[in-house]
């Protein structure tokens, strides 16, 4: 079945950017490739990708630092696809404005699943609530999507975003990690607990004043998270 989609891999080994570019091209996908970071910036200025796979380890610069580069213009979902599998990396890249992270070895398929899952929710019609939630010192705009916090903008990348919208809509309620994932990133997502504890972490360090103590988004042991306001707490 063909596929559409405007993707760039940005990949400095010459043997996997090769087979990537093939494995995209034969599911119909427009596949662009760049080695170096300088070159693949280029690239996104010039041409509107829908996504970029991108490794973190590349000659010029990292790939933390393309994707603060794409964040900061540019509306690419972003596959970090690379052999680092620390929680830090991991953290690192969410931060940077990454939107999925795949280790490699990687089985093609799994990676053409997330691919997929991407660009559906891309092109999906997402319905937003007018509503701004207030707490603390902190608010979100849901349909300017928008986040405070002390009077200070607060960035989050897009998928970040979306998990917080989805806590906040649901605030009050336990909220399973397969729940979560599935909501956020896909039905493939399911068992990525990783991937969704990374993300948490992120969330705590631009919303908690102590991450480590959060009061906003509370773990609940070997289940998943709720999303507490602490005004309407305190009026149940």
Request: a positive charge; hydrophobic letters at 40%.
């Amino acid at each position: 079945m063909s596929e559409s989609g405007h993707i760039l891999v940005v990949e400095d080994d010459p043997q996997l950017r090769r087979t990537l570019r093939t494995i995209l091209a034969a599911q119909g996908f427009d596949a662009w490739v760049a080695q170096k970071a300088g070159e693949a910036l280029d690239l996104i200025r010039s041409e509107k990708f829908d996504l970029v796979i991108l490794d973190i380890n590349l000659p010029d610069m990292t790939g933390f630092e393309v994707c603060r580069a794409i964040r900061a213009g540019f509306g690419a979902q972003i596959i970090v696809l690379t052999v680092r599998d620390s929680e830090e990396d991991k953290l690192a890249a969410f931060s940077a404005g990454a939107d999925d992270y795949v280790t490699k070895p990687f089985q093609a398929g799994e990676l053409l699943a997330r691919i997929r899952s991407h660009l559906r929710r891309q092109v999906a019609k997402v319905k937003l609530t007018s509503d701004v939630l207030r707490f603390d010192d902190c608010a979100i705009d849901f349909l300017r999507r928008t986040i405070t916090r002390q009077g200070e903008r607060v960035s989050l990348p897009p998928k970040q975003f979306q998990l917080l919208r989805y806590l906040a809509s649901n605030r009050g309620k336990a909220l399973s990690h397969r729940a979560l994932l599935q909501a956020v990133w896909g039905v493939e997502y399911g068992e990525e607990t990783n991937l969704l504890h990374a993300s948490i972490a992120h969330l705590r360090k631009k919303l908690e004043r102590d991450p480590n103590a959060p009061r906003y988004i509370v773990t609940i042991p070997w289940f998943g998270y709720r999303f507490i306001v602490p005004s309407e707490n305190e009026k149940t």
